[in-house]
């Protein structure tokens, strides 16, 4: 449905976006975005790819490009191959990147709460509504309606492998459902407990073949994510026994998923354990006693285990402690034998530690990792790094002024940040 034109500043205007510290001279007028290209500049770009594709690999030189800002109120926004969706409280959009054309309009009479973008069936998901919620597929290249569903209770797990996962729980009982990302018919329901565990972590960034759920007395169940067919039943033998020294940590127990493997970390009556099982067959594989209990992640060559003191690193194979670091309060890995660490601070600072020994290879201050992106922050500036493909050392591809950083997010080659100057804002990052 047409609509007002928004306030946009594309890749030809990027003088409009006072953003952006390149750290560079900025880009020739030559390199902006043309509108009509002569036919000998189209023949010199197709000899020039050809030469680069004899040629091999060229080292692309680090950089951050602005490409977009949109300065109308922003609810939720998602990139997605090449494009950016983004929803004010009233409608969804869709832009083109590099280039910031704007492709289509899509208006809705509720309030529109979130997106997900599903690039390989040409979908975007809205939930719109407040009491009563509405979920709503369009189809990405056009904004077509493709079709709607309303529930109460509804939190959207995932959106892929063709599906969408939804978890809805009403007094007490809850269901977890996979529909067609395209058709919305029901392709498999299944009864879960809605106040336990579902997972694992891949599940929700679209990534496990299975949906492993634990109610909150140790029921467990693990289902193909496709189908809905039960893979393994058991149970972790959760109760509310009481210790009998009242002077001891309460009891306690949390379950983790990590690749094909669950871990219990439990406290009973003050002593600690942490459990290992494979998923398929649901079966206990070691046990470790009076060790550290917490969020298990996956660290590489080890496990972490992090709890309010410390991170600890686990063997995977029997759960012995390899190493502990009091000075981190949660750690997960960030490439072959590193790991990106926060330390227990309430102003967190972050490092790149060693997976092998805790050992710290790289201070980074007030940072976050966004996929192969770290961002770091020092006052009104956030600087963007990104790995070298040959050496995996840091280096940095700019910086960016007043960004709300900790709500940024990346995708593909393309960076999107919130600003305190109430813009949305997306750079191309190399």
Known sequence: MPTAAPAVHAEGMVAAVPLIDLDRPPPAPAETTAVVR????????????ALLALGGSVAVTPGLTPVLAVADPVSSAELGAGSLFLSTPAEVRRYDLPGGAQRWTRTFDQAVQNLWVDDANGMVLVLSGGGDQRLTALDSGSGRPLWADESEDTVVITVTGGGVLIQSGVNGEGTLRLVGARSGRAIWTRAVDPAGFLGPDELYEGGSPWIVAVG?????????????????RGNLGLGSEQAADRTLPA?????????????????VRGRASLTA???SPLKALWRAEGGPIGTVTDCGPVLCVA??????AIDPAGGAVRWQQPAWGIAYRYDGDRLFAYDNQEDA?????DAGTGRVLHP??????LGRLILRTEGVRTWVSVPDPATGDLRTAGSMAHVAWFRCQAGGDYLLCPTLTGETAVWRVR
Not at 216 to 232: M, P
Not at 252 to 266: E, K, P, W
Not at 364 to 369: E, F, I, P, V
């Open 38 to 49: 002569s036919r000998p500049a189209l023949l010199l770009t197709v000899l020039v790819t």
């Open 216 to 232: 909150s007395t140790g029921q467990v169940v693990v289902l193909s994510y496709a189908d809905g067919r039960e893979l393994s």
């Open 251 to 267: 009891n306690s127990a949390q379950v983790s998923v990590v690749g094909d493997r669950l871990y219990l970390s439990r406290r």
């Open 277 to 279: 099982y494979s998923v």
């Open 307 to 312: 709890d309010t003191r410390w991170v600890s």
């Open 349 to 353: 600072e972050a490092a790149l530690i």
């Open 364 to 369: 980074l201050g007030h940072s976050r990792q």
